[in-house]
């Protein structure tokens, strides 16, 4: 059973910085795609960032040039680093393994889901 465990959320201020990481148990994970989704309070989930076997990445419009999405296959992990963090950040981030990949949308139709952290961002 693959199961996504996510790790490092909490409550930072406007301005500050959160690492999120993601451990998935599988000898599949080095294969396939993750991602990272977050749902904002009264807002639909959206893409956060995304990587795929190779390394590629693909992330949010909002997020681009603060946040870095990475992972270390030999230990079945994957990391979300977030900067100069907005209060439009908040919402809960979910981890997602064995995603499909397209080159022009990065990660789709992820199997597994954990299920999420909570990140809070204040003025």
């Known amino acids: 059973q693959v199961q996504p465990v996510e790790s490092g959320g909490g409550l930072v201020q406007a301005g500050g910085s959160l690492r999120l990481s993601c451990a998935v148990s599988?000898?599949?994970?080095?294969?396939?795609?993750m991602a990272w989704f977050r749902q904002g309070p009264g807002k639909q989930r959206e893409l956060v960032a995304g990587?795929?076997?190779?390394?590629?990445?693909k992330y949010g419009d909002s997020v681009k040039d603060r946040f870095t999405i990475s992972r270390d296959n030999a230990r079945n992990t994957m990391s979300l680093q977030m900067n100069s963090l907005k209060p439009e950040d908040t919402g809960v981030y979910s981890c997602?393994?064995?995603?499909?990949?397209?080159?022009?949308?990065?990660?789709?139709?992820?199997?597994?889901w954990g299920q999420g952290t909570q990140v809070t961002v204040s003025l």
């Open positions: 997602a393994a064995n995603c499909g990949w397209s080159t022009v949308d990065g990660p789709s139709a992820c199997d597994y």
């Open positions: 599988g000898s599949t994970f080095r294969f396939n795609a």
């Open positions: 990587i795929n076997s190779q390394g590629r990445t």
